[in-house]
């Protein structure tokens, strides 16, 4: 019996864990200008998925279904993906304070999404998602060679980030001005605060399939994230491969972060608020850590994605005012406890 508890508890968490993200689905499926009855939304996945024949009002229906599952779905996914990413460079990069926002990548992505759709870079052959990871990584290599010539302190990868940011922002607003015309400007500009209007299915099979790719990696290299939490010397004398780990994480975060920033623009502190909230509840192991990561953000998002619809009637705020809004305290808060980091 004893031998059978951790099975028994693992399984209530899970069961849990997915009624909660069902009950969040369902809140950002029902919740909004219009409110509609959760038990319409249940009714009409019922309807969509196994043709259950329920008798629900066109227009709901069409609400539900068309709008805002597919939104919250969407918000899930990107509120996973940033959470993960900010574990994994918070583990690798041994740094509080890292996370894609802050490290560049997502000023990076916004870039090479903005270079493909305004000037047309790639011919027709790069896609979005494509242009936003290429992005990513340039801004990535760059930051990282600035820190390695900055130097090893702990705060030289934060310092880098941010002049890689500040570079790659600059970069996206001079082409947005110099490329742009007056609509295409104010429709990027929108989206670069973080955008989930124009989300709708397609995007979700685009996100979904990375976010849980993304986790599935991130969970196989748990042990070898553990390790790295000691450093990378003591990670090499315990027979991981550092550098391939390394790589191969890297590449996953800024593949999670491009796809995001492609799909609904940069937004910012989920990356790095979302992990620190995690270890609070389930510790510092990445076994537990991922999992919880990748569920809080997928509830933050959505919770932040219906706020944003309705803290404004009439009026839909770009999510990343509202995860902002949330995250600038945590972030100093965290910061003034980390002093000694920097």
Same mark, same amino acid.
């Given at each position: 019996?004893?031998?059978?508890?951790?099975?028994?508890?693992?399984?209530?968490?899970?069961?849990?864990?997915?009624?909660? !993200? /069902?009950?969040? #689905?369902?809140?950002? &499926?029902?919740? +909004?200008?219009? *409110? =509609?009855? @959760?038990?319409? $939304? %249940?009714?009409?996945?019922?309807?969509?998925?196994?043709?259950?024949?329920?008798?629900?009002?066109?227009?709901?229906?069409?609400?539900?279904?068309?709008?805002?599952?597919?939104?919250?779905?969407?918000?899930?996914?990107?509120?996973?993906?940033?959470?993960?990413?900010?574990?994994?460079?918070?583990?690798?990069?041994?740094?509080?304070?890292?996370?894609?926002?802050?490290?560049?990548?997502?000023?990076?992505?916004?870039?090479?999404?903005?270079?493909?759709?305004?000037?047309?870079?790639?011919?027709?052959?790069?896609?979005?998602?494509?242009?936003?990871?290429?992005?990513?990584?340039?801004?990535?290599? !760059? /930051?990282?060679? #600035?820190?390695?010539? &900055?130097?090893? +302190?702990?705060? *030289? =990868?934060? @310092?880098?980030? $941010? %002049?890689?940011?500040?570079?790659?922002?600059?970069?996206?607003?001079?082409?947005?001005?110099?490329?742009?015309?007056?609509?295409?400007?104010?429709?990027?500009?929108?989206?670069?605060?973080?955008?989930?209007?124009?989300?709708?299915?397609?995007?979700?099979?685009?996100?979904?399939?990375?976010?849980?790719?993304?986790?599935?990696?991130?969970?196989?290299?748990?042990?070898?994230?553990?390790?790295?939490?000691?450093?990378?010397?003591?990670?090499?004398?315990?027979?991981?491969?550092?550098?391939?780990?390394?790589?191969?994480?890297?590449?996953?975060?800024?593949?999670?972060?491009?796809?995001?920033?492609?799909? /609904?623009?940069?937004?910012?502190?989920?990356?790095?608020?979302?992990?620190? *909230?995690?270890?609070?509840?389930?510790?510092?192991?990445?076994?537990?850590?991922?999992?919880?990561?990748?569920?809080?953000?997928?509830?933050?998002?959505?919770?932040?994605?219906?706020?944003?619809?309705?803290?404004?009637?009439?009026?839909?705020?770009?999510?990343?005012?509202?995860?902002?809004?949330?995250?600038?305290?945590?972030?100093?808060?965290?910061?003034?406890?980390?002093?000694?980091?920097?």
């Amino acid at each position: 019996m004893t031998a059978d508890r951790p099975i028994l508890l693992r399984t209530g968490a899970a069961f849990a864990a997915l009624v909660l !993200l /069902v009950a969040a #689905l369902g809140m950002g &499926a029902a919740v +909004g200008e219009t *409110a =509609i009855p @959760l038990d319409v $939304v %249940a009714k009409t996945v019922a309807n969509r998925l196994w043709q259950a024949g329920h008798a629900i009002e066109p227009i709901d229906e069409g609400i539900i279904w068309n709008y805002r599952l597919s939104r919250a779905m969407v918000a899930a996914c990107c509120g996973s993906a940033l959470a993960l990413c900010g574990v994994i460079l918070q583990s690798l990069l041994r740094n509080a304070l890292a996370d894609p926002y802050i490290l560049g990548i997502s000023a990076g992505a916004s870039t090479g999404a903005v270079a493909v759709a305004i000037l047309g870079i790639g011919a027709g052959i790069l896609t979005l998602p494509i242009g936003a990871f290429l992005g990513a990584l340039v801004a990535f290599g !760059l /930051v990282s060679a #600035l820190a390695v010539r &900055a130097g090893r +302190g702990t705060g *030289a =990868i934060i @310092l880098a980030g $941010v %002049a890689g940011s500040q570079l790659f922002n600059a970069l996206t607003s001079f082409i947005v001005t110099k490329a742009a015309n007056a609509e295409q400007a104010r429709g990027i500009m929108f989206w670069l605060l973080g955008n989930l209007s124009g989300v709708r299915w397609p995007d979700v099979w685009l996100a979904l399939p990375v976010a849980l790719l993304g986790l599935v990696v991130c969970l196989w290299h748990a042990r070898a994230l553990d390790a790295f939490t000691f450093g990378t010397e003591s990670a090499a004398s315990l027979g991981i491969p550092v550098r391939r780990v390394y790589v191969v994480l890297i590449a996953v975060s800024a593949l999670m972060t491009a796809v995001m920033v492609s799909i /609904v623009g940069s937004i910012g502190f989920v990356g790095l608020v979302i992990p620190h *909230a995690a270890r609070m509840v389930v510790g510092v192991r990445h076994g537990l850590l991922l999992p919880a990561s990748a569920l809080i953000g997928a509830v933050f998002m959505i919770a932040a994605d219906v706020l944003s619809r309705v803290i404004i009637p009439g009026q839909v705020l770009p999510i990343g005012v509202i995860t902002a809004l949330f995250g600038a305290p945590a972030f100093a808060l965290i910061l003034s406890q980390r002093r000694s980091a920097l």
